[in-house]
């Protein structure tokens, strides 16, 4: 497509899309143009000064360079809104994330303040099982499927290591 053809199209864009400049005269009394100029920028003939271009671009609150450039379509659009929509979705997905993890956080909170001491303590140990820490004499407590209370186990490493002391 020629600058002629995209001026062209633009123009007519620009003027359906603005009823103060819906016409030739509204846009000639605006921009300072000439009704023939503008008439032929309109049709695709002939070519444009930069000052008349510049005088158009004006009269529409737009500047010289988007008359001449293609005007965006749909998919390049979406292309550009692209990264803004995939950081904003990353966004909601964080802050509904946070709120799940805090709607759980306050429904185990609810839970521990229901259970006695005692039971504090079992699951307590319970969870340092199942997540492999060390118990206070230095054994590895290994993840067991056992109800609190259960004593832990001792894993396979710990008992190698206390027969070859």
Do not use: Y
């Amino acid at each position: 497509m020629d600058i002629s053809s995209i001026i062209s199209t633009n123009l007519t864009a620009w003027m359906a899309a603005t009823p103060s400049l819906d016409t030739l005269q509204k846009l000639e009394a605006k921009s300072g143009v000439g009704f023939g100029t503008i008439r032929r920028a309109k049709n695709g003939d002939g070519n444009l000064t930069v000052d008349r271009v510049a005088a158009i671009a004006a009269a529409f609150g737009r500047t010289p360079a988007e008359l001449m450039m293609p005007a965006p379509t749909e998919s390049t659009e979406a292309a550009a809104q692209a990264p803004r929509l995939s950081d904003e979705l990353e966004q909601l997905h964080a802050e509904a994330t946070a709120k799940i993890v805090i709607e759980q956080a306050g429904e185990v909170l609810g839970l521990w303040a229901t259970l006695t001491p005692e039971r504090r303590l079992e699951w307590l140990q319970q969870l340092r099982v199942e997540a492999g820490h060390r118990s206070g004499d230095g054994r590895t407590l290994t993840a067991l499927s056992r109800k609190p209370g259960q004593p832990a186990s001792v894993s396979q490493d710990t008992k190698a290591r206390r027969e070859a002391d």
